[in-house]
């Protein structure tokens, strides 16, 4: 059974940084790209970066240069670190692997960040 376990949200001031954590299970984690998604309040889900299985990571735009993605194969974890963050980051975030084929995607439950003075 493929589990993704979010952790480390939270409130935080603008300028300030968080790191999170996505705990897999179920899957083999280093042959997988994943990647992290976010929702804010009243809009639809979307994409915030991805990392390859060689450790390369894409970002949308609006996170360039102030979030990091990486992984740790031999804890089968991934992260999102935050830096110099914003109250338009606000939002649930979510771990997500890509379907593949035999296996359907899947998300974790997600973890609030929320950017407030």
């Known amino acids: 059974q493929v589990q993704l376990v979010e952790s480390g949200g939270g409130l935080v001031q603008p300028g300030g940084s968080l790191k999170l954590s996505c705990v897999t299970s179920g899957f083999v984690f280093r042959d997988s790209g994943m990647s992290w998604y976010r929702r804010r309040s009243g809009t639809e889900r979307e994409y915030v970066a991805t990392i390859t299985l060689s450790g390369h990571g894409y970002y949308t735009r609006s996170v360039a240069g102030r979030f990091v993605i990486s992984r740790d194969n031999a804890q089968n974890t991934l992260y999102l670190e935050m830096n110099n963050l914003k109250p338009s980051d606000t939002a649930v975030y979510f771990c997500?692997?890509?379907?593949?084929?035999?296996?359907?995607?899947?998300w974790g439950q997600g973890t609030q960040v929320t950017v407030s003075s």
């Open positions: 997500h692997r890509p379907g593949t084929p035999g296996m359907e995607p899947a």
